[in-house]
């Protein structure tokens, strides 16, 4: 049985940290995310979202008992989609160690043409694999528990064409996902502070997930200085 279904009971209501850095970022080298993971699971995190299958591999070796959501961005020139758009690209996530894979689950075109049902099916047949649709839309929420996965996340929210005259946190999805769906529904994107992660939790996220807020120290320390240069 995967950590994601053990640890279950320790995902309601808790905070998923997103641990990630662009490329380029010294924050970005698998010793600082490691770090920055193992900080998170100190001080009562419930788990933590990873960009790769080293990092995940590497926090994996370093806290062993930690709830691992894992993805791996994968810019195509032909493709919108970035989160582990392919399954070559699920499976190497899985097989680093993460508890559970998201992918993007939007229905948007995918590279070279593929199939996120397909994608789903094998993942599920082949890997047995745990998976969080990140999504946008209610309606491709609801597409992406029928088609076999076990979570869902507000993560797209605002990020594509569907959403764009939106601003995320995708907080209007909570309620209506959580009375509609059987499975968790996680708010991902945009939260900016301890109250927001609250208010999502009280309109019925299963946990919230946050990044630039808490390890985004090369976005938070831009914004500073453009504010301050003004």
């Keep these: 049985m995967s950590a994601s279904r053990t640890n279950r ?34 001080n009562g995190a419930a788990g933590v979202r990873l960009n790769s299958p080293e990092h995940v591999a590497a926090v994996r070796r370093c806290c062993p008992e930690a709830l691992i959501i894992g993805l791996w961005k994968r810019p195509h020139l032909n493709s919108p989609v970035v989160i582990t758009p392919r399954y070559e690209d699920l499976a190497a996530v899985w097989l680093a160690g993460a508890d559970v894979v998201a992918l993007d689950a939007t229905d948007r075109p995918r590279p070279e043409g593929g199939n996120l049902e397909a994608m789903v099916t094998r993942a599920k047949a082949e890997l047995a694999a745990t998976l969080m649709g990140d999504i946008d839309t209610r309606a491709n929420a609801e597409r992406a528990a029928a088609m076999g996965c076990d979570w869902v996340g507000t993560t797209l929210y605002g990020y594509t064409p569907a959403t764009a005259h939106q601003r995320p946190p995708g907080l209007e999805l909570l309620r209506p996902l959580r009375e ?45 200085s453009q504010a301050l240069a003004t």
């Design 9 to 42: 009971d320790r995902l309601d209501g808790g905070l998923i940290v997103s641990v990630q850095a662009p490329q380029g970022s010294p924050c970005h080298a698998t010793e600082v995310i490691t770090a920055m993971a193992a900080a998170s699971m100190a």
């Design 180 to 224: 509609q769906l059987s499975i968790p529904v996680l708010c991902e994107g945009g939260i900016a502070s301890p109250r927001q992660a609250r208010q999502a939790m009280d309109l019925g996220a299963t946990a919230v997930v946050v990044g630039t807020a808490i390890t985004g120290i090369d976005q938070q320390v831009n914004c500073y």
